[in-house]
Nanobody, 121 residues
Framework: QVQLVESGGGLVQAGGSLRLSCAAS????????MAWYRQAPGKQREMVAS???????SYADSAKGRFTISRDSAKNTVYLQMNSLKPEDTAVYYC???????????????WGPGTQVTVSS
């Protein structure tokens, strides 16, 4: 069994910063791409940032210049550093990863349960 667990969400004032973490635990053989998504009330889930197994990053236009995604492969963890936060960044943030379990060759697309980020004006 493999699971993703996010942490680091909370309430912050506009202009502030938060750092989200997402750790994969269980029978993890390898992790390919990892990403952060978010979903605001009444809106569709959208990709915020992603990072490949080789470290190539990609960002939504709304995140460029403010957010930084990184990963620690030794800890099976991905981070999202969020600076200059705006009220429109308020959402539930979800971790996503393509994980290969021990004993399997097929990557599984897994999601964490989400962590709430609220930015007050």
């Amino acid at each position: 069994q493999v699971q993703l667990v996010e942490s680091g969400g909370g309430l912050v004032q506009a202009g502030g910063s938060l750092r989200l973490s997402c750790a994969a635990s269980g029978s993890v053989s390898s992790i390919n791409a990892m990403a952060w998504y978010r979903q605001a009330p009444g809106k569709q889930r959208e990709m915020v940032a992603s990072i490949s197994g080789g470290g190539t990053t990609s960002y939504a236009d709304s995140a460029k210049g403010r957010f930084t995604i990184s990963r620690d492969s030794a800890k099976n963890t991905v981070y999202l550093q969020m600076n200059s936060l705006k009220p429109e960044d308020t959402a539930v943030y979800y971790c996503n990863a393509l994980i290969v379990r021990y004993g399997s060759w097929v990557p599984q697309n897994l999601w964490g349960p989400g962590t709430q980020v609220t930015v007050s004006s």
